[in-house]
């Protein structure tokens, strides 16, 4: 019996060292290992793309390949927003047009993030790690952010439940089961 009581003890006094040694960098989203090189796209059109119009009715916002994009409403040359490996997507923009809410898995879930109408200053709102995201809709006051939470099952479509969200953060609140 003392055999198999003494490698465990020797793995325990052990174990603190090798895990510090074996220690790999925490895995990003926005920083994936390997090498990755850019690709410029030129295009006129988009498909499978979430358009919202400003309040004021002078921009668009819309998505396409992951990045999110404005360009003013009689057309133009769109502008990123966002830019990089993360997949950005469903902008929408507040009631006074101040803010985009908008769905990206930067943090490595699919989860509500705001910006600057500008693309300035992302903020996280929701932490959500289990389910997605999906739909984020304003509060008239835009102080709340409604989006819909999709639960996999063997579905192939995810059921989902309606929750909402202070702009500043938090768990959020289930509106609809």
């Known amino acids: 019996m003392l055999r198999t009581v003494l490698p465990l003890a020797l ?3 052990f174990a603190p060292t090798l895990a510090a040694e074996d220690k790999k960098p925490a895995w990003s989203v ?18 499978w793309s979430d358009v919202d119009v400003s309040p004021d009715g002078r921009t668009l916002v819309f998505h396409m390949l992951g990045d999110i994009y404005r360009v003013g ?13 993360e997949w950005n997507f469903q902008p929408r923009f507040s009631p006074d047009g101040r803010r985009i809410a908008f769905i990206s898995d930067r943090d490595g879930a699919e989860n509500i993030w705001i910006m600057d109408a500008d693309g300035a200053n992302p903020v996280q709102v929701s932490k959500e790690r289990e389910h997605l995201l999906h739909n984020p809709a304003w509060s008239p006051d835009g102080d709340y952010i409604a989006a819909r939470k999709g639960y996999v099952s063997r579905r192939s479509i995810p ?10 953060g938090g768990a959020g609140v289930e509106l609809v089961e």
């Open 30 to 47: 926005s920083e994936p290992p390997g090498e990755w090189q850019s690709i410029s796209i030129d295009t006129q059109s988009v498909s």
């Open 159 to 168: 059921a989902g439940s309606i929750w909402l969200y202070h702009r500043g």
């Open 73 to 85: 409403i009689d057309g133009g040359e769109a502008e990123a927003l966002t830019h990089g490996i």
């Open 11 to 13: 793995l325990f006094t």
